[in-house]
C-alpha cells in the first residue's frame, strides 16, 4: 500500500495520534510497539507494516518536519549570495510555524521523544546544505582569528531548534506570526550582522 492511499495516511494518523498519547503519560523510553498498537487499536502487524520499530517512526517524523523546512526555504528564495531578505523569512518561517501548529499532535512527538539531538543536528546539516555558499563569503573573526563556520551552523540550529521546542511545549501559547518576527528579528539584529550578512528589511 502507498504512502498516499488513504487508508494508509489514516492509519499513519492513528500511529501519530497513539504516540502522542503515550508520551503526555511516559517518557519516548518506556513506549514499546504494543503500547503504540494497543493506544491506535490496530495490531502489532499492522505497525511493522508502516515501520521497523518505533525509532523508524520517530526518524520518519523528524525527516517529514525537515524536509517541510526545506522545501519552504528553497521556495521562499529568502537570501541573495551575500544578504537576507528580512520580510521573506518572516513569510517563510511564519508558514512553518503555522503549518506545525495544525499539525500539533506530530510536533508534540518531537518535544517530547528523548532524542531532541536528532533534530538539531539535523537541522545543523540542512542550514549548511542551504547556507554553506552563504557563509563561506563573510569571514567572522574574533580577536583575529577565524571563526568556524560550523561554530556557527552550530550556534544557529540551537536558536532555532531551542525556540521551537520551547513553543511546542508551552501548547504554542505565542501566534505562529509573533514567533516567527521575533525569531528573525533577534537573528538578523545580531549573529548575521555580526556575520558581514547584509540584511534587507524593505
Known amino acids: 500500500m502507498k504512502r498516499t492511499d488513504i487508508r494508509y495516511l489514516r492509519t499513519e494518523k492513528m500511529i ?7 508520551l503526555s ?3 519516548y523510553d518506556k513506549i514499546t510497539v504494543q503500547d503504540i498498537a494497543d493506544r491506535a487499536m490496530i495490531n502489532r502487524a499492522t505497525f ?22 526545506s522545501e519552504m526555504i528553497d521556495k521562499a528564495q529568502a537570501t541573495t549570495p551575500n544578504s537576507v531578505e528580512v520580510k521573506k523569512a518572516e513569510k517563510m518561517l511564519y508558514s512553518y ?19 531532541r539531538e536528532e533534530l538539531q543536528h539535523n537541522f545543523a546539516r540542512l542550514l549548511h546544505e542551504k547556507y554553506d555558499d552563504l557563509f563561506d563569503k563573510v ?11 560550523d561554530f556557527i551552523v552550530a550556534y544557529l540550529a540551537s ?21 516567527a518576527r521575533l525569531v528573525i528579528k533577534l ?12 540584511i534587507n528589511r524593505d
Request: glycine residues 4%; without cysteine; charged residues 20%.
Open 16 to 22: 501519530f495520534d497513539a504516540l502522542t498519547d503515550l
Open 25 to 27: 503519560e511516559k517518557p
Open 48 to 69: 511493522y507494516a508502516h515501520y521497523a520499530d518505533k525509532d523508524e517512526l520517530y526518524h520518519f517524523i523528524i525527516t517529514h518536519i525537515l524536509e517541510e523546512l
Open 97 to 115: 510555524y503555522n503549518n506545525l501548529k495544525k499539525h500539533s499532535a506530530i510536533a508534540k512527538i518531537v518535544s517530547k521523544s528523548s532524542s
Open 139 to 149: 569571514q567572522v573573526t574574533e580577536a583575529g582569528m577565524p571563526v568556524p563556520t
Open 159 to 179: 536558536i532555532f531548534v531551542g525556540t521551537l521546542l520551547w513553543w511546542i511545549e508551552s501548547d504554542f501559547d505565542m501566534d505562529s506570526r509573533d514567533l
Open 187 to 198: 537573528i538578523s539584529n545580531g549573529h548575521l550582522t555580526v556575520m558581514g550578512i547584509n
